[in-house]
């Protein structure tokens, strides 16, 4: 995917905010691609399990990788400084501009709101909920562990442009554009995908499932709500967490045009390539998914004839 950057006018408004990023990437088209992928996924059971066992697994480094990025700008606070303070040891901001982006991780690591469970595990019953509805044997739910060249060479791509590099200013400003799709797009994925599951197929497939066993799942010795790790992050009728974190990534991306040397214009470039970066691995990501789910329903479809 290539995107042109409108960064290159100087007429533009130097504000980081969810419309200026719309502006140029067309936040919907790209949930286009994640609605296409999700909705062929509802067609079969077994590969809904796949679809999920992908998601699940590309989104289970993100609580380590905002952790990282969030460890990178504190370690480099030498960087981001107050411009009117004189006092050198009173000028230090980056521990400021590295909150914002902590924040995020804070909810991944234990919610709040259910259990204080990790949104991993979290996941890991909302996976292990479409399996037993997919009726997958422990063996078969193995086979679908085996993750996939081009998912193994997304992830790489993500944690080479997401965790940052301590004392690289340029490095750390494209990192925390990365940040910022990362947590805009999601927050628009898991409502889709709640839309796809939950409103577009109401009383169907795996929400008829799930209104059936009242939406839990045992994990762990206890009772987890199977479709909690969707809906917290965002739903089709309310925003969730990730809405939040939008918020708080692009606040660290003001914080840090206003603290770091760099001219603000080289600030959005840098924001704007990792914003591009990323939005290319999250289209991907969905392209390749909705063909293996393409690929499982033909065979499953032909095993019928």
Request: aromatic share 10%; glycine share 6%.
């Amino acid at each position: 995917m290539s995107i042109h950057l409108l960064v290159q006018q100087p007429e533009l408004d130097l504000t980081f905010s969810e419309q200026a990023f719309d502006r140029p990437f067309n936040f919907v088209a790209l949930d286009q691609t994640v609605e296409a992928a999700c909705a062929t996924a509802t067609q079969h059971p077994r590969a809904l399990y796949l679809f999920m066992q992908r998601y699940t697994h590309f989104n289970g480094a993100a609580g380590s990788l905002v952790a990282r990025l969030a460890s990178s700008i504190g370690l480099s606070r030498e960087l981001f400084r107050e411009p009117a303070c004189e006092l050198f040891d009173e000028a230090d901001r980056g521990l400021e501009v590295a909150a914002k982006v902590l924040s995020a991780t804070i909810d991944e690591h234990s919610d709040a709101h259910h259990k204080g469970c990790s949104h991993r595990t979290l996941a890991q019953a909302t996976l292990k909920a479409v399996g037993n509805y997919a009726a997958l044997t422990d063996a078969e739910r193995n086979s679908f562990a085996t993750v996939p060249t081009w998912l193994t060479q997304l992830l790489e791509a993500a944690v080479v442009g997401y965790q940052g590099i301590p004392g690289d200013l340029e490095a750390l400003i494209r990192a925390m554009g990365v940040h910022a799709a990362s947590e805009m797009l999601a927050a628009r994925e898991y409502a889709v995908i709640d839309k796809v599951v939950r409103y577009t197929n109401a009383g169907l497939g795996f929400d008829q499932y799930l209104k059936d066993g009242h939406g839990q799942v045992e994990l762990n010795g206890q009772k987890i709500s199977a479709w909690y790790w969707i809906a917290v992050h965002g739903s089709h009728k309310e925003a969730g967490v990730e809405t939040d974190h939008a918020h708080d990534a692009l606040e660290a991306l003001t914080l840090a045009m206003q603290y770091c040397t760099l001219p603000n214009q080289q600030v959005w470039q840098l924001a704007f390539e990792g914003f591009e970066a990323f939005v290319t691995l999250q289209q991907t990501f969905f392209q390749e998914a909705q063909k293996e789910c393409l690929d499982l329903i033909k065979t499953e479809m032909g095993s019928l004839i």
